[in-house]
């Protein structure tokens, strides 16, 4: 079988909470890398930060969705976190420390996705 098939398989068969885990893995990855780029890397830094944007209002546009099976609450708290990435981002292309307030709110958000993190607060709510 071939690795090719061997990705598409997995990817069909994947948790949708591991799928969102690795996305914001992905999209944090680039933006630590983002932030070693010297400053006249503008639009290497651009791209990733504007990809951390694009997935985040992605989830804000799912949130606003009636048919969405999130609570209201952390709904309203997705789309509030979008609208502060979209506005801290454009403060990171010229302060690339900035870029640090981002991987902590995509690392959040990645804990909440772990399984395991899952599991212990199903066993803490029973």
Same mark, same amino acid.
């Given at each position: 079988?071939?690795?090719?098939?061997?990705?598409?398989?997995?990817?069909?068969? @994947?948790?949708? +909470? /591991?799928?969102?885990?690795? *996305?914001?893995?992905? &999209?944090?990855?680039?933006?630590?890398? $983002?932030?070693?780029?010297?400053?006249?890397?503008?639009?290497?830094?651009?791209e990733a930060i504007d990809w951390?944007?694009?997935?985040?209002?992605?989830?804000?546009?799912?949130?606003?969705?009636?048919?969405?099976?999130?609570? @209201?609450?952390? +709904? /309203?708290?997705?789309?509030? *976190?979008?609208?502060? &990435?979209?506005?801290?981002?454009?403060? $990171?292309?010229?302060?690339?420390?900035?870029?640090?307030?981002?991987?902590?709110?995509?690392?959040?958000?990645?804990?909440?996705?772990?399984?395991?993190?899952?599991?212990?607060a199903s066993q803490a709510a029973?």
């Amino acid at each position: 079988m071939s690795f090719q098939a061997y990705q598409n398989t997995a990817a069909r068969a @994947e948790d949708p +909470r /591991a799928t969102e885990y690795r *996305l914001f893995a992905q &999209v944090t990855r680039s933006l630590m890398n $983002a932030k070693t780029l010297p400053m006249e890397a503008v639009r290497d830094r651009a791209e990733a930060i504007d990809w951390n944007r694009r997935v985040w209002s992605n989830l804000a546009l799912d949130c606003a969705s009636q048919d969405n099976k999130l609570p @209201e609450a952390l +709904r /309203a708290a997705i789309i509030s *976190l979008s609208i502060f &990435v979209s506005k801290h981002g454009s403060h $990171a292309m010229r302060n690339p420390e900035a870029i640090d307030d981002l991987v902590d709110i995509n690392r959040t958000v990645m804990q909440g996705l772990m399984p395991q993190a899952n599991a212990s607060a199903s066993q803490a709510a029973g």
